[in-house]
C-alpha cells in the first residue's frame, strides 16, 4: 500500500484511488464523499484541492484540505475526506468517457491513457472477488495512517471496452436521460411553483453542495428545536420529488454523506448501539477558528438527543429504499455497487438480521422508533416497521452484488428467509376482516399445543366495541401490532400502505386495504389526507398508554392526527392496485388546502378540519409529499420503479424444510390456500 502527501503541489498520474481508514469501521471512505464533523472551510483564503488538466493529470488547486483541524470529541478520530465543493476531484468532460462493463455500473475512464479512472462509481463486483478483500476494505485497527492511496490493476482491464463508450459532461448527470420522460408537458400550477420555490428554500448545503433539506422551515418559529435539521425520513419525499423532476445530486450526495455517518462513533451513557445504526438526522453548524474563519461540520443524532433516547430503527430502511430508488429512476447503479455502499447495506442487514431471543420473525422494537417517535403503545412488533424491513430486505435482495467469495451469499440466504417467514407471518397473523374478527371472537383460550389455533393466546374481550361496527364486509386491514396475548387493533395508515406498495401483504389484502379506506373516508381521510392512525387514543387509554402526553392529546399529533406527508406514500399505493382516481381525489383534497394552510405539518380534530395545535407551518415533507403526488398522478407510469409486486417464489421457502428434526412442524400447509390469494 502507497502512502502520499498530499500537502505538496504534485502532479501524478490517474493510478489509485485513495481511501480513508477509519477506527472502529467496517469499510473505508472514498475520495468522492465528505466525512461528517470533517470539515470544509467557507472563507475564501488560499486553500488546496486538485483537478485533471487535458492531459489527464491531476493538478494541485486552490481549496482548502478538510479534515487537518481537529474538533472532535476524545472518542472521535480525524478524517480527511473530499467533497463535491471541498477538494473533490472532478472530471472534464472531453477527455473522459463512459465505458460500459458486465456490471449494471459506469466507469469514468480517460480515453487517451490506459490507466482506470473509477474513483466516483466504483463496481463492487470486481472487488469482491478479490481474496484480500476484507483485509482491504473492512478490517481496520486503531493504528493506521490517515490517508493512504490503495492501486487496484484489476479495473485497468476495462479500458480496452471503448468501443462501447458514450461521452458524458460530468459523473453527477450520469443517467440524466433516464430523468427526462418523467417530467410532464404540461404547464405548472402557481400552487406547485410556490411548492417548488419553497421546497429550493429548504435545501440545506454543505461545502457549497445541496446536501438535504430541513425538516420545517417556518419564517416565525422562535423556537426550531431540531426542525432545522435535515432527518432521513423526512427526505425520502423530497429526494423523490427531485428525482421525479431530473435533479439528482442532491440525492446522491445525501446518501453518501449518511452513509458516512453511519460509521460515527456513538454513544449514549457510555453504552455503543450496534454497528449499522443509521442517524435520526443531522445539522450542518459552523464552527468558528482563528482570523475571523469558521469551518462547516456535520453533526449527527442517532438518539442520543431525541427525546426519549430511542434510536431511529428506521432510518436504515429508509435510507435502503431511497438507494434502490435513485438507483431505478436515475439508471445510476454505479452507486450501490460501489463497496462502501454495498458495506453499508450489509452493516443494516447484519444488524436488523442479528440473533436475539425473540420467536417470530417480525423486528422486535421500543416505542417511539419510526416516524410516530413518540410514546404510543406501539413497542413490541409495531406494523409500520415490519412493512418498512421487509421493503428494504427486498431492495437489498436486488442490490446486493453476489459472486463467489464476496461474502454475500450468506447473507442473502438469510435475507430470503426472513421475507419468506416474515411475509407468513404478517399475513396470516395480522390480517382482520370481517370474518376474522368472527374467528377471534369465538377464539379458545390457554391452548397448550403445536396445533393451537389461539396461537398467541388472544383473550375475545381484547376485541374493542369500535371495530365491530366499523370494519365494512368488503374491507380488511392489518392490525398495528402483535404480541402474546395482545392485538393492537388500530389501524396504521403508514404500515398498511407500504405493505401494499411492497406486497408484504396478498393482492386480495391489498385491495381491501384500499376498500376500507374508501368506504371510511370520512373517518381515515375526511377534511385532509391522512389519519396516521384510527381511532384515537381517549381518556383512560390515553393516560396510560401515552403517560398524559399533552402533545398526543385524543385527534392530534401521532394520536389520530391528519398528516399530509402520507399522501404521495397513498397515492403510490392506489397507482399500483389500479385506483387512480382514489389518490387523484385525495390530491385534489390536499391542493385546496395545504396553500391556503401555509403547508402544516400536521391536522387535529376527527376529521382534520383544524391545522394542528403545535403544528410547524411550511413542514418539508408536507410540500414534498404533495409535489411528488402531483407528478405521479400526471405521470402513473413512473410509480412501477417504486413498488413491488408479488414474489411468489417467496412462499415456497421454508427453513422448516432444511430441518431434520421431528419437534418442528410447519403451520404454512394448512394456511397456503389462503395466503396464495
Not at 368506504?519 to 381521510?525: M, Q
Request: proline share 5%; aromatic share 10%.
Amino acid at each position: 500500500m502507497n502512502s502520499i502527501n498530499l500537502l505538496g503541489n504534485s502532479t501524478m498520474k490517474l493510478s489509485g484511488r485513495f481511501l480513508i481508514p477509519r477506527r472502529n469501521a467496517s469499510f473505508s471512505a472514498f475520495i468522492g464523499i465528505k466525512h461528517p464533523n470533517h470539515h470544509c472551510l467557507s472563507n475564501k483564503s488560499s486553500t488546496f484541492g486538485f483537478k485533471f488538466d487535458q492531459s489527464n493529470q491531476i493538478q494541485a488547486r486552490p481549496c482548502k484540505i478538510s479534515g487537518f483541524q481537529r474538533i472532535l470529541k476524545d472518542t472521535q478520530k480525524p478524517l480527511c475526506v473530499f467533497g463535491p465543493s471541498c477538494g473533490q476531484i472532478r472530471v472534464n468532460s472531453r477527455p473522459f468517457s463512459v465505458v460500459s462493463t458486465k456490471s449494471r455500473g459506469l466507469y469514468l475512464v480517460a480515453s487517451s491513457v490506459s490507466s482506470n479512472v473509477s474513483s466516483f462509481s466504483t463496481s463492487v463486483e470486481t472487488r469482491v472477488n478479490d481474496g484480500n478483500f476484507e483485509r482491504i476494505y473492512v478490517q481496520n485497527g486503531l493504528n493506521v495512517k490517515p490517508l493512504v492511496v490503495e492501486r487496484i490493476d484489476k479495473d485497468e482491464n476495462i479500458v480496452g471496452q471503448e468501443e462501447s463508450c458514450v461521452e458524458v459532461n460530468d459523473d453527477e448527470k450520469v443517467g440524466k436521460d433516464n430523468l427526462e420522460g418523467v417530467r410532464t408537458k404540461r404547464e405548472e400550477t402557481e400552487i406547485e411553483k410556490d411548492a417548488w420555490r419553497l421546497l429550493q428554500e429548504a435545501v440545506v448545503t454543505y461545502c457549497e453542495s445541496p446536501i438535504g433539506t430541513v425538516a420545517a422551515n417556518d419564517p416565525g418559529d422562535k423556537q426550531p428545536l431540531n426542525y432545522d435539521q435535515v432527518f432521513i425520513r423526512d427526505f425520502v419525499p423530497s429526494a423523490l420529488a427531485f428525482l421525479l423532476k431530473g435533479e439528482g445530486e442532491i440525492v446522491r450526495n445525501f446518501l453518501l454523506h449518511t452513509l458516512q455517518l453511519q460509521s460515527w462513533e456513538k454513544t449514549v451513557d457510555c453504552y455503543s448501539p450496534g454497528q449499522g445504526l443509521m442517524p435520526a438526522s443531522f445539522k450542518v453548524r459552523n464552527v468558528p477558528l482563528e482570523s475571523n474563519k469558521f469551518e462547516e461540520v456535520l453533526d449527527p443524532d442517532f438518539g442520543e438527543s431525541a427525546i426519549g433516547r430511542v434510536a431511529p430503527v428506521d432510518s436504515g430502511l429508509w435510507w435502503i429504499i431511497l438507494l434502490r430508488a435513485y438507483g431505478k429512476i436515475t439508471g445510476d447503479y454505479a452507486l450501490q455497487e460501489r463497496v462502501d455502499v454495498q458495506t453499508g447495506i450489509k452493516l443494516i442487514m447484519n444488524l436488523c438480521l442479528a440473533d436475539g431471543f425473540d420467536m417470530f420473525p417480525s423486528l422486535l422494537v421500543t416505542d417511539g422508533s419510526c416516524m410516530i417517535d413518540r410514546r404510543m403503545g406501539i413497542h413490541g412488533h409495531p406494523l409500520e416497521i415490519q412493512a418498512l424491513f421487509y421493503t428494504a430486505l427486498r431492495c437489498s435482495r436486488e442490490m446486493l452484488t453476489v459472486s463467489d467469495g464476496s461474502g454475500s451469499n450468506n447473507l442473502v440466504r438469510a435475507i430470503n428467509n426472513r421475507l419468506s417467514a416474515l411475509s407468513f407471518h404478517i399475513r396470516e397473523y395480522y390480517w382482520v376482516d370481517m370474518k376474522k374478527i368472527n374467528e377471534i371472537y369465538r377464539y379458545k383460550t390457554e391452548e397448550y399445543s403445536t396445533d393451537a389455533t389461539n396461537k398467541f393466546n388472544i383473550y375475545p374481550e381484547q376485541i374493542p366495541s369500535w371495530l365491530m361496527d366499523w370494519i365494512p364486509e368488503e374491507g380488511g386491514y392489518l392490525i398495528g401490532n402483535l404480541q402474546p396475548a395482545h392485538m393492537d387493533f388500530r389501524f396504521f395508515t403508514l404500515g398498511n400502505l407500504w405493505s401494499i406498495v411492497s406486497s408484504l401483504g396478498t393482492p386480495k389484502q391489498n385491495e381491501s386495504i384500499l376498500n376500507l379506506i374508501e368506504a371510511k373516508w370520512d373517518d381515515l381521510v375526511g377534511h385532509m389526507p391522512l389519519k396516521i392512525c384510527y381511532p384515537a387514543l381517549e381518556s383512560e387509554d390515553w393516560r396510560i398508554i401515552t403517560g398524559s402526553d399533552p402533545k398526543n392529546t385524543p385527534w392530534s399529533y401521532h394520536n389520530g392526527g391528519s398528516w399530509p406527508t402520507l399522501l404521495w406514500q397513498f397515492t403510490l399505493a392506489c397507482i399500483k392496485m389500479g385506483r387512480l382516481g382514489l389518490a387523484q381525489k385525495a390530491v385534489a383534497l390536499a391542493e385546496n388546502r395545504l396553500p391556503l394552510d401555509h403547508w402544516p405539518e400536521y391536522y387535529d380534530t376527527r376529521t382534520g378540519r383544524f391545522i394542528g395545535k403545535q403544528s410547524r407551518l411550511f413542514q418539508t415533507w408536507t410540500i414534498a409529499g404533495f409535489l411528488t403526488s402531483k407528478m405521479l398522478v400526471e405521470n402513473p407510469e413512473m410509480a412501477s420503479v417504486l413498488f413491488w409486486e408479488e414474489d411468489y417464489e417467496l412462499l415456497e421457502i421454508c427453513v422448516c424444510a432444511l430441518s431434520k428434526s421431528g419437534r418442528k412442524k410447519c403451520s404454512r400447509g394448512a394456511a397456503k390456500s389462503q395466503i396464495l390469494v
